[in-house]
């Protein structure tokens, strides 16, 4: 028995881990082959909130992009979706309000003005 149990809080524990949106994401990749290495972590300002740093440019000569924030401050508003905060589009260098949707296999980011919303979803890199 306490070896079931053991065992059982072990696979609890990988499961909840394999989805949640702390870690490594991937951009989607642009027409020339880059993208980018988000790193998504708690804001370190306020742990409640959830931010993301490029980490690495793939295929790109934007080099100066690492250590750049891409989204930041989004609040928990579901299990799985957080809100409330901003983020940074590369391709118009222009914040938007934010939203973060996580999925099983996908991270959801999006930029928003007003009701609208559009985004990417990113995925975890191979290994």
Not at 57 to 78: C, K, M, Y
């Amino acid at each position: 028995m306490k070896y079931t149990l053991i065992a059982a809080t072990i696979l609890f524990a990988t499961q909840a881990s394999a989805n949640e949106p702390f870690g490594v994401w991937q951009t989607i990749t642009d027409d020339t082959g880059a993208y980018l290495l988000v790193d998504v972590q708690p804001c370190a300002a306020d742990a409640a909130k959830l931010c993301s740093t490029v980490t690495e440019v793939i295929n790109s000569p934007h080099q100066n992009l690492v250590g750049r924030p891409l989204f930041w401050d989004l609040e928990a508003t579901d299990d799985n979706k957080w809100e409330n905060g901003k983020v940074w589009d590369a391709a118009t260098d222009k914040v938007y309000d934010a939203q973060v949707t996580l999925g099983k296999t996908a991270m959801r980011v999006e930029g928003c003005v007003s009701l609208f919303c559009d985004g990417q979803n990113w995925k975890r890199p191979q290994k």
